[in-house]
């Protein structure tokens, strides 16, 4: 139940820039301080219930068979997505061409991930992260919500280096944070 309210929360509250005219009547009703302070408060009240109930909950019976295509492609796609996330808020070409590289960074992230896993719980955290993050796009591309700027190599690399140690660090922890080995250069 907490790993379902925390996805609420969560999500909830990130879809809300999804409906233009809610978010422009609580920044007017509140201030944008306010609005931004509330919008924070709640992903992180959001994000702890996620974490706390993901490892309250068993994983629950399996829904299908995991994916050995997605097990052994997960460690590179999911280098990936955190190239593609980092790219997200620096002005690099990636960011440029992709338009939104956070959504399709995350997209990566839980439909790997989804197919990795197969179990209930798996399948209910990922599933949702990856339907937010294409209800997401939709809206983003028909709103043209799109930021323009010049960008440069240099911000390219950033995201790139950072993406891929990001993502070495989250693979070097993730047994010990989620029981599972997931490079084969770490299991032993």
């Known amino acids: 139940m907490l790993l379902v309210v925390g996805l609420i ?7 809300l820039p999804t409906q233009p005219r809610w978010r422009l009547a609580l920044v007017q009703r509140w201030g944008e301080r306010r609005y931004k302070g509330a919008f924070s408060l709640v992903s992180l009240a959001g994000f702890v219930l996620i974490i706390v109930g993901y490892a309250a909950t068993s994983p629950g ?10 097990i052994a492609l ?10 593609l996330l980092a790219a997200a808020n620096l002005r690099s ?6 338009k939104h590289p956070m959504l399709m960074g995350l997209a990566l992230w839980a ?3 989804l197919l990795a896993n197969g179990d209930t719980r798996g399948t ?3 599933g949702t992260f990856l339907a937010y993050a294409l209800i997401d796009f939709v809206s983003v591309v028909q709103r043209h919500a799109t930021e323009l700027f010049v960008p440069t190599a240099r911000h390219d690399v950033i995201a ?12 070097a922890l993730h047994r010990v944070l989620f029981g599972v080995s997931v490079a ?5």
């Open 93 to 98: 070409h990636i960011r440029r061409v992709l």
């Open 61 to 70: 019976p399996r829904l299908f068979q995991p994916s050995a295509t997605a």
């Open 111 to 113: 439909t790997v991930h």
């Open 124 to 126: 209910v955290l990922f």
């Open 9 to 15: 929360l969560f999500l909830g509250i990130h879809l």
């Open 160 to 171: 790139v280096i950072a993406g891929v140690i990001a993502a070495l660090v989250v693979m």
């Open 184 to 188: 084969p250069w770490l299991k032993g």
């Open 74 to 83: 997960a460690p590179y796609l999911v280098t990936l997505s955190f190239v």
